[in-house]
């Protein structure tokens, strides 16, 4: 079975870019993963662009700018999970035989799309009375603490850790430390999430250079990092009790990841995770098996899921801290986990980390038809 | 090297469903090609859905309605590409050895989207100027006359051609056959384009259950349809002076296709093509070796390209006939080609063939940046 492996990776700062589009941010987040992976652009052979909004052939127009029209590219779509379904597709490419090196990108211009937050389709009916993604995650949290005797004090030392580590990183959209007491003080979005329990709307770009094991090898000098599994799942109807508090959406994905990788969840060092609201932190790490249901936002408080503790989590900031531009967030995600894992995180460089994990989850929030999982496994 | 095998088909009628959506109809072409193919519908274990305006997830709310929800699947956008990229993907997904059977399908309602025909997105510089879609084809057209000395009243033997195949199509948008003089008399949309030279607003689904050799044999009883290449190229910027009344990314696409099928366009039996308008067909066919430069006006007047011609072109009755719901094109076309293949289309079945082959060009229409090409060639 062919071995894959990234052997280049790049991003834009992410945030707001007025000045830009999605074609320009994803063309500078190729050039650099290109200039990362040390090879000739002649060498891609492939390529597979993630995004949602940003309308017909955006990958196509990304190829344009960077002198590699002619290439196949497909662009690919899964809400929150697109960039990460990019890479799955290169990785599956690959796998097939069919190109020894893939482009897989993200890129996103949301400012351009949207004037305040993201706003639901005009035929999303549960949408429309109230039933928004701050909402979703809102009812989530709210039935989380009671499930598991959770207080909201706690849960806000995600939002904390991530915007500090986020400070660490010069592609984040927010360098700043926030206090547990300016969360606290934010504006109210949809009780108990205030603004800073959010993510941002945010413009940005990734990008990853994929290649079969027999490239790598020639190419990366040993350089490259192994994608181990890129597990995808949609979402099913969940109608018990608890599956407002815990996700069976990510623990299936994750047990097809860990199945594919051969590893389980103790062996992982580190993870990035879908944080697009401080509930969700949480419950993607204890769906991910990461941490026990219920405990993770007293872990936190502990300082376990810091960038010195016993499982950090979101090292890069996440995408409360780092920002959300969708389709770049996957990518930007497997961008973080593969300096990490080379020793080239800089300030929030982890140590000496083997195996790190990257989750998205996308669509639906409440668990029913319309989500889309991802996890990917990298090993040093 | 693992073979691919088209193991059952389905699609919608084409043509206007006010009260539909993308997913109810995407649903139904699953079932039939499901039906189709006589597996149970729990054999499929992933999916890729092709749609280009039907906005997040929407493959996933597909395969909440067929009880699917939980595979794997990926949407995908390559503009009029979009759903032979699916298909392509699949073709992928299924030689990388992760998967035996794979759904791959394409759905779109472009009424609900449009109010009457295609708007150019509001940052299309060149479409707000007159770069339409069919004022670039009119301007092919003149060109494409100039250059090879083709009186227009020739290149409508093609939408003749086309609407008769269409009236024999029970899954047809039209059922009525034209006259040459029908067309002629049609409203000018973009000369020498008249409306009966362009394809209309569609909603639509179309499915197709690839399969493994090894899964092939053992479900489909022989009845499989080999997929024996899925190219897909991304368009370059043409300058030269031949660019607008030929095609070099068909061309080199169809190039790819035949490399990999080991064949030669004399080996192709009959096409389906992408004729969003009169002269697309002409630049297409020419393009993929079937027809020599300048010629085939003059052929299908001559009634080669007819069902019962030396080479049938668009049996199906084609974009022109059979309607174009942008994400279930490329479906359909594979639709119609396992069906001619399998000796199963009825009034339309052309005789004993052995190779057929489908074409689709999307995106931007002169030869630049953000076009995508797919060639896919079938075998008995």
């Not at 650099?32 to 652009?41: H, S, T």
């Not at 597709?89 to 069919?98: K, W």
């Not at 949480?282 to 502990?302: C, H, I, N, S």
């Amino acid at each position: 079975m062919t071995e894959v492996y990234v052997i280049g990776v790049g991003m834009t700062r992410f945030g707001k870019h007025p000045d830009r589009d999605a074609a320009s941010l994803g063309a500078e987040a190729v050039r650099e993963a290109i200039r990362d992976a040390g090879i000739g652009p002649r060498r891609i052979q492939a390529a597979y662009c993630g995004h949602v909004f940003q309308g017909m052939v955006t990958g196509q127009r990304v190829l344009a700018q960077i002198g590699l029209a002619g290439l196949p590219l497909a662009n690919v779509e899964n809400a929150c999970s697109s960039g990460a379904t990019a890479i799955r597709e290169g990785y599956l490419a690959i796998r097939a035989g069919e190109y020894d090196v893939v482009l897989a990108f993200g890129t996103e211009h949301m400012t351009t799309r949207f004037s305040g937050a993201l706003t639901p389709d005009k035929d999303d009916i549960e949408a429309a009375v109230g039933l928004t993604m701050p909402g979703v995650y809102a009812m989530r949290a709210v039935r989380y603490m009671a499930d598991f005797g959770v207080r909201w004090d706690q849960l806000t030392a995600i939002p904390v850790k991530n915007k500090r580590n986020a400070a660490l990183n010069p592609f984040a959209q927010f360098r700043k430390p926030v206090t547990q007491e300016a969360v606290l003080a934010s504006r109210l979005i949809a009780d108990p999430l205030r603004l800073l329990d959010c993510a941002p709307v945010s413009d940005g770009a990734a990008a990853a250079i994929l290649a079969s094991g027999r490239a790598a090898r020639s190419l990366a000098n040993g350089r490259g990092i192994m994608l181990a599994a890129s597990a995808l799942r949609t979402g099913q109807v969940e109608t018990t009790p608890g599956s407002m508090s815990f996700e069976p959406l990510t623990r299936d994905t994750a047990g097809d990841a860990y199945e594919r990788a051969a590893i389980g969840p103790r062996d992982v060092d580190f993870a990035e995770v879908h944080d697009c609201f401080t509930i969700a932190e949480a419950l993607r790490v204890e769906g991910l098996g990461l941490f026990e249901p219920g405990t993770y936002p007293a872990a936190a408080e502990r300082g376990e899921a810091d960038i010195g503790g016993r499982l950090p989590i979101n090292p890069s900031g996440g995408l409360l801290g780092k920002g959300h531009p969708l389709g770049a967030t996957g990518v930007a995600q497997v961008v973080e986990v593969v300096r990490q894992l080379r020793g080239e995180a800089g300030d929030r460089q982890i140590r000496e980390p083997k195996v790190g994990l990257a989750h998205c989850r996308g669509g639906k929030a409440a668990g029913v038809e319309g989500a889309a999982c991802t996890v990917q496994v990298l090993v040093r």
